[in-house]
């Protein structure tokens, strides 16, 4: 759908939702859309590499650049959340969802997500760190499967970016 369209939506949603005739409690909704690689629903909107190859780039201020961009445009369409950033740490490429994770080196994903995190929410968007911690470590890459570490190991090696995020607020 088009940007117009997205935004009529979001406005009718939000109307629906205020809404305090006829006894409704009249409570904003708050609406929020998948974003990891660019708004993709949208057509024209701006689509960027997938996770795996921004953290080819090595480059943190990249990623901070691409996640404010993507927050002007979500919020263009009347969106106030975002599903972004990814913070898997791809332990075994046999994972379904490897090309989602930034690096197998927690401090890059670190990294990542404090800048992607900070730039999102600095556009009015609220960001979400996702998935879960351990969901790249999963034994024998299987997705939605069990990361067996000890806690100090996962904190260690799924962590640094949750904790990033989470200190950028």
């Given amino acids: 759908a088009s940007i117009d369209d997205w935004l009529a939506l979001a406005d009718a949603y939000h109307a629906a939702s205020t809404d305090r005739s006829e006894g409704n409690a009249g409570i904003p909704v708050i609406w929020g859309t998948d974003a990891v690689h660019g708004h993709n629903n949208v057509m024209g909107a701006t689509l960027f590499p997938h996770n795996v190859g921004l953290g080819a780039a090595n480059d943190p201020e990249l990623i901070g650049r691409i996640g404010a961009a993507t927050a002007r445009e979500v919020r263009a369409t009347g969106i106030d959340w975002m599903f972004a950033p990814t913070l898997a740490v791809a332990t075994d490429l046999r994972w379904g969802r490897a090309y989602e994770s930034y690096s197998g080196d927690p401090a890059l994903v670190g990294q990542y997500a404090r800048q992607y995190v900070s730039a999102v929410q600095s556009e009015g968007v ?14 024998r890459g299987t997705d939605q499967g069990d990361t067996r570490l000890s806690l100090p190991d996962l904190l260690a090696q799924h962590g640094p970016g949750y904790v990033s995020a989470i200190s950028a607020n």
């Avoid at 609220?126 to 351990?134: E, L, S």
């Fill in 126 to 139: 609220v960001a979400t760190a996702k998935h879960f911690i351990g969901d790249g470590g999963t034994v």
